[in-house]
């Protein structure tokens, strides 16, 4: 499966982005990654299929109640929705993949990766 981030750029304090990721082809669990520089690569949302048209987001406690993940399953396509963005978001967000049953919040489970996009918050 290969995964394709859009959607980066740069904001001031309290706006918002929407990130893409874009597969090629359909997988069980989706997620959404980021790095900040000499910081480790963050955990910050994921999305499981449960069934069809069944979900299950889980997020950061940092992201919570301002990002929204969501995925268009007719499209292959992932969705980060990024409100009231702070500079402490600042960083290289990636889309991970993962055919495994269940959804897990660690990097070293993702068998499949973007190659980012970047997010820049000034204050």
């Known amino acids: 499966v290969q995964l394709q981030e859009s959607g980066g750029g740069s904001v001031q304090s309290g706006g918002s982005l929407k990130l893409s990721c874009a597969a090629s082809?359909?997988?069980?669990?989706m997620a959404w990654f980021r790095q900040a520089p000499g910081k480790e690569r963050e955990w910050v949302a994921n999305i499981y299929r449960l069934r069809k048209f069944t979900y299950y987001n889980d997020y950061a406690s940092p992201v919570k109640g301002r990002f929204t993940i969501s995925r268009d399953s007719a499209k292959n396509t992932l969705y980060l929705e990024m409100n009231s963005l702070k500079p402490e978001d600042t960083a290289l967000y990636y889309c991970?993949?993962?055919?495994?049953?269940?959804?897990?919040?660690?990097?070293?489970?993702?068998?499949?990766w973007g190659q980012g996009t970047q997010v820049t918050v000034s204050s």
């Open positions: 991970a993949a993962d055919q495994r049953y269940g959804c897990s919040r660690a990097a070293a489970d993702f068998a499949y």
């Open positions: 082809g359909d997988t069980r669990c």
